[in-house]
């Protein structure tokens, strides 16, 4: 998992809606990406409609806020027209950007273990630096805390 000051692994990966995302096209802005582990569970879903709730006010503060998730851009469409999100999600079918990330590995849950992303955010300063990384993300209270770590750069 890249760590506070690391250059921010770049990607190009597609997005809801069509067209494709690069990181380093991004710079001169923070970004904000939040992998989440599936498109239309509980957690994640709660999670992007609370980043969408926000999405004026991390604009206002001059960020870009992306989710990251190995679902299919279709899968991705389905989630946006049905929960009526508006930030943009990418995606990572071959798992290279949750890999580049540290967010790919062993998940536990009821007794099971099993490869999955585990919710994690990153925020990236202009110059394209990780400015602040939250591992396993818990879903109350995140988005709040992630837009105030944004106001304070």
């Known amino acids: 998992m890249p760590q506070i000051s690391d250059t921010a692994?770049?990607?190009?990966?597609?997005?809801?809606?069509?067209?494709?995302?690069?990181?380093?096209?991004?710079?001169?802005?923070?970004?904000?990406?939040?992998?989440y582990p599936k498109d239309n569970t509980p957690g994640c879903t709660k999670e992007s409609i609370g980043f969408s709730e926000s999405a004026q006010a991390f604009a206002e503060a001059g960020a870009q806020v992306f989710g990251i998730s190995k679902d299919s851009v279709a899968s991705h469409d389905k989630f946006v027209a049905k929960q009526s999100l508006t930030v943009p999600l990418l995606s990572d079918e071959h798992g290279t950007v949750c890999e580049d990330y540290g967010v790919w590995g062993e998940k536990k849950m009821y007794g099971k273990t099993f490869m999955g992303i585990t919710r994690s955010t990153f925020l990236i300063d202009a110059d394209g630096k990780i400015a602040q990384v939250w591992p396993k993300v818990k879903v109350d209270g995140h988005v709040a805390e992630v837009l105030e770590a944004v106001k304070a750069l």
Not at 15 to 35: C, H, M, Q
């Open 9 to 35: 692994p770049d990607f190009t990966l597609p997005r809801d809606g069509g067209g494709d995302v690069t990181l380093s096209a991004l710079r001169g802005a923070p970004v904000v990406l939040f992998f």
